[in-house]
């Protein structure tokens, strides 16, 4: 992924986390990069940067670091180190990401197959899993 795809899937997959990091400032923050998103799916360029400022919030600093240096979700790099592959299969779980199917604005990662995959909260339609590459 190029730099600037990094921090576009950073603000992809920190909204599912916004209510648990932000509080009451989440709403604000999700329509933000919700709007972003949008802007940078419609071919909009220089959209990270303006990104970037909004998840250097003092809230979300933090999660943002860990994401850019691990490329996932710090959640789903701790579950992804601590899981163990299966029999004849050395490599370790992973959690399947989903995306929003209109403009790839919401990323969330499936930790548990038990758990229902949600609605974008932008377009309210079902997640799909993200295509691999």
């Known amino acids: ?5 990094v921090v576009l899937e950073a603000a992809r997959s920190i909204r599912p986390y916004l209510n648990e990091l932000a509080g009451p400032e989440a ?23 303006r990104v970037l400022e909004i998840l250097a919030h003092p809230t979300t600093d933090a999660w943002t670091a860990s994401f850019m240096s691990k490329g996932m979700p ?8 601590r899981s163990f592959g299966l029999p004849g299969y050395p490599e370790p779980a992973a959690a399947p990401r989903f ?23 932008t377009h309210k339609i079902v997640l799909v899993p993200a295509q691999a590459g």
């Open 74 to 81: 710090p959640e789903v790099a701790s579950f992804v180190e």
């Open 27 to 49: 709403g604000d923050l999700d329509r933000q990069l919700s709007g972003l998103l949008g802007e940078a799916a419609s071919g909009r360029d220089g959209i990270d940067g």
């Open 1 to 5: 992924m190029a730099n600037d795809e």
């Open 99 to 121: 995306v929003c199917p209109v403009n790839n604005d919401y990323s969330w990662y499936r930790m548990n197959v038990g758990t229902a995959i949600p609605r974008c909260p």
